[in-house]
């Protein structure tokens, strides 16, 4: 008799088929990892700090608990026993004044700087006369010059955001610089075939081109800026949390110091942060052409 053709095989059967599915492990998504990661490594951080303060191989003048530095926060950010904050005002308006003078710096800086960037990467006589003086600035720390420019602008507002901005300028004109001569030359002789003017070049195929190095630059400016804020608010830098560093520093108040560095560094974090998102969406296009 035939076997039907719709009856099972009647070999064995295979073990793979018939044994059951093995479940698999599920990795934390790569948000989730990238959120973990730094809170597990602030975490060991505080741990090991806490061991350190604790092991009485320093004064605690020199590693205060984190517990001090948290209540300083604290007195700093609200008004206790009839004081505000630090020096008669919160922390928040030392930052804020801080990231006024910051901004206001960075942003005549680096407008600058990119302007004389597209300059000397266009213009070879340019860059021949201004490279060796931006070279000359760009070695100079900011006290070298900090000094002079009170003496010239006075201990107000104006030292404080000059000093900024010759911190912001160099590296935002050596980026554009590199930048726009590092424009594909293929990209630009094709415009220039097609008919397109120098301006059109420059505004078409360089400047496009020369945006994600610029974007590293202007990164790099307020990275510089923000690392020169304490020594721009050196003189009247209350407001300011520089200045109030500067002043904490003064009576060995540590605390207060840590206190202020811990602003400096997380405000920077969230500015290259959302720099980074403009550039993103700026330029889309950076790591895939």
Sequence with gaps: MSTPAHAPPTGPADPAAVAPAQPRRRRPPGRLRALLL??????????????AAASGLWNETFVPYPSTVWQAFLDASTTHDGTRGYQGYLLW???????????????????AGVVVGLAMGTVPWVRRVLEPWLTFLRALPPLAYFFLLVIWLGIDEA?????????AFPPAAVATTAAVAAAPVGLVEAARALGASRS????????PSALPETFTGIRLAVGIAYSSVVAAELFNGIPGIGGMVKDASNYNNTPVVLVGIA???????????????????????????
């Design 159 to 167: 030292p404080k955001i000059t000093l900024l901005a010759l911190a």
């Design 38 to 51: 730094p809170l597990l490594s602030l975490v060991v951080f505080l741990v090991l700090w806490q061991l």
């Design 263 to 289: 602003a400096i560094g997380i405000s920077g974090l969230v500015i290259d942060g959302l720099l980074r998102a403009a550039e993103r969406r700026t330029v889309p296009w950076r790591g895939r052409a």
């Design 93 to 111: 308006e030392h930052l804020y004044m801080t990231l006024r003078r910051v901004l206001a710096g960075v942003v005549l800086g680096v407008a």
């Design 200 to 207: 059109q070049v420059i505004r078409d195929v360089i400047v």
